[in-house]
C-alpha cells in the first residue's frame, strides 16, 4: 500500500509541477494516447485509459486497479508550398515582392503521463485520473506571426501545446456512469509604456498570469452489449494580450495591440454508441459539434495619432481583415478486436472546413480533412504496450484572393492542401 501511494504522490507531484506552466489542450485533434488515436475516440472496454478522461470522464469508472501511462507522441507534417506569391505590395511604401511563404510547422514531439485510481470499487464506484502531455523542445512558445501570411489555422503550433486534464467519475449502479473532469490552462497579459523625449524618457512594464479551467461532464448508460454516451466541453479559448504605448517626443503616439491566439478549443457536444460483440470485437461511432463560430481570431493592430495635430485628431488604425468560423459536424468511427492477448485498432474521422471564406485576406488556410488511424496493443502481465500511426488528409482545393495588390496573392489562386502524421507508443502499467 505504501509503494502505491508513493507512486500516485509521485505522478501527481510531476502532474502540479507541470500545471504550472501548462496552457492548453491539443486532445481532440490528435489524442492524448495511441489507444484513443488508433480508434479517434472510441471508449474501449479492453483496458481502461487515462486519457478518456477528456473524451468523457464518465469513463473514469472502469478503472479497477491503479494504472499508470507513459508515451512519446510525434507529428510529422506535409503541406502543399505555397510559392510565388505577394508577400509585400506598395502599401508599405515599398515596390511589390513575391516569396515563398513557410507553412510547415516545427518541434512537435512530446511525452503523455497518465494515471488512473479506482477510489471506490463497490457501489457506488469511483475512479479518478489525470492525463498530461508535455511537448519537447520549449515549455511555450509565442510567434504572433504576421496577419497576412498563409498559415493552416487548424494546425499551426497545434502538436507543441501542453496539456493538463483531470476529473472523478462516479457510478451510482450498474448501468449508469457520470463524469466531470478539467481542462486546466494559464491566461496572461503584459502591458508597456514608453515615453521617449530628451530628457527623462521611461519604460513601465505590467504582466499578469492567472490560472483558468474549461470543464468537461460526460455520462454513460450501459445495457447488455452496448453502450451510449454523451459528454460536454466547455470552450477554451486562449488569447495572450500585448499592450505597448510608445510616446516619442514631437511625435505621433504609438499603440500596438498584439492578440496572439495561443491555442482554441471550440465548445462541442458529443453523442457516441458502440456496441462489443461475443468474440470481444467492439464497433463504435460518435458524432461531435463543435461551436466554431463565436471565435474570433486574434490579430495584431497598430494605431498612430498625434495629439498635438489638430489635423490628425483621429487615431489611423492599421487594417484588420475579418475571419469568420462556422459551425461543424465532425462524425468518428473506430474499431477494436481481440487477439489473445493482442488489440488491433482501426478508426476514421471527418473533419470540415471550419472557415466561411478564404477567398479575402485573412490567410488563414483551411480545408476538409479526413483523419485515418491504426494501432495495436500488447498485454505483457501487468505490463501493457500501445502503438498507433495516425494520417491526416487535407482535401486539396485552389484559394485565389479577390484583390490582386493583396498580401497573399498569386495570379491564378494557390492550391492548400497536403497531408500529417501522427504517430506513437504508450507504455502501461498495472499495480
Request: no cysteine; glycine share 6%; aromatic share 12%.
Given at each position: 500500500m505504501r509503494s502505491i501511494l508513493r507512486i500516485v504522490l509521485i505522478y501527481l507531484g510531476?502532474?502540479?509541477?507541470?500545471?504550472?506552466?501548462?496552457?492548453?489542450?491539443?486532445?481532440?485533434?490528435?489524442?492524448?494516447?495511441?489507444r484513443l488515436s488508433a480508434t479517434a475516440g472510441l471508449p474501449t472496454f479492453s483496458n481502461p485509459d487515462p486519457a478518456l478522461i477528456y473524451q468523457n470522464p464518465a469513463f473514469l469508472t472502469q478503472a479497477q486497479k491503479l494504472y499508470t501511462t507513459v508515451g512519446i507522441l510525434n507529428t510529422a507534417d506535409f503541406f502543399k508550398p505555397i510559392e510565388n506569391v505577394v508577400v509585400q505590395n506598395e502599401l508599405s511604401g515599398l515596390s511589390v515582392e513575391t516569396g515563398n511563404p513557410k507553412?510547415?510547422?516545427?518541434?512537435?514531439?512530446?511525452?503523455n503521463l497518465g494515471l488512473l485510481l479506482p477510489v471506490r470499487t463497490d457501489f457506488p464506484k469511483i475512479g479518478a485520473g489525470v492525463i498530461g502531455f508535455i511537448p519537447f523542445g520549449s515549455l511555450a512558445s509565442v510567434n504572433t506571426g504576421e496577419n497576412y501570411v498563409p498559415s493552416y489555422a487548424l494546425y499551426y503550433n497545434r502538436p507543441k501545446h501542453f496539456s493538463f486534464i483531470g476529473g472523478v467519475g462516479i457510478k451510482p449502479w450498474d448501468?449508469?456512469?457520470?463524469?466531470?473532469?478539467?481542462?486546466?490552462?494559464?491566461?496572461?497579459?503584459?502591458?508597456?509604456?514608453?515615453?521617449?523625449?530628451?530628457?527623462?524618457?521611461?519604460?513601465?512594464?505590467?504582466?499578469?498570469?492567472?490560472?483558468?479551467?474549461?470543464?468537461?461532464?460526460?455520462?454513460?448508460?450501459?445495457?447488455?452489449?452496448?453502450?451510449?454516451?454523451?459528454?460536454?466541453?466547455?470552450?477554451?479559448n486562449y488569447a495572450m494580450v500585448l499592450k505597448n504605448e510608445t510616446k516619442l517626443f514631437d511625435l505621433p503616439i504609438v499603440e500596438f495591440l498584439a492578440?496572439?491566439?495561443?491555442f482554441y478549443d471550440p465548445q462541442m457536444v458529443g453523442v457516441g454508441i458502440s456496441r462489443i460483440f461475443k468474440n470481444g470485437v467492439q464497433l463504435g461511432t460518435r458524432l461531435d459539434w463543435k461551436?466554431?463560430?463565436?471565435?474570433?481570431?486574434?490579430?495584431?493592430?497598430?494605431?498612430?495619432?498625434?495629439p498635438a495635430d489638430t489635423d490628425s485628431s483621429n487615431p489611423v488604425p492599421s487594417f484588420l481583415p475579418e475571419v469568420q468560423f462556422k459551425n461543424i459536424f465532425s462524425p468518428s468511427l473506430g474499431i477494436e478486436f481481440?487477439?489473445?492477448?493482442?488489440?488491433?485498432?482501426a478508426g476514421y474521422r471527418y473533419e470540415p472546413e471550419h472557415i466561411k471564406s478564404q477567398e479575402e485576406n485573412s490567410n488563414f488556410l483551411d480545408t476538409d480533412v479526413h483523419i485515418l488511424s491504426c494501432g495495436m496493443g500488447r498485454s505483457f502481465g501487468i505490463f501493457t504496450v500501445d502503438l498507433h500511426l495516425q494520417y491526416h488528409q487535407l482535401v486539396s482545393q485552389v484559394v485565389q484572393k479577390t484583390d490582386s495588390a493583396a498580401v497573399g496573392y498569386k495570379e491564378g489562386g494557390y492550391i492548400v492542401g497536403g497531408s500529417l502524421l501522427n504517430y506513437g507508443l504508450t507504455l502501461g502499467t498495472t499495480f
Open positions: 510531476i502532474f502540479f509541477l507541470v500545471a504550472s506552466k501548462l496552457f492548453a489542450s491539443s486532445a481532440d485533434m490528435f489524442g492524448l494516447s495511441s507553412t510547415d510547422a516545427e518541434n512537435m514531439m512530446g511525452m448501468e449508469l456512469s457520470m463524469g466531470v473532469g478539467a481542462n486546466l490552462y494559464l491566461t496572461s497579459g503584459a502591458n508597456t509604456k514608453m515615453n521617449i523625449n530628451g530628457t527623462n524618457s521611461s519604460v513601465a512594464l505590467a504582466m499578469d498570469i492567472k490560472p483558468a479551467v474549461s470543464f468537461i461532464v460526460g455520462s454513460q448508460y450501459r445495457w447488455d452489449e452496448w453502450s451510449v454516451d454523451a459528454s460536454y466541453h466547455q470552450d477554451l492578440k496572439t491566439a495561443m461551436n466554431w463560430k463565436k471565435y474570433q481570431i486574434a490579430l495584431n493592430q497598430v494605431t498612430f495619432s498625434n481481440p487477439l489473445k492477448s493482442t488489440w488491433i485498432r
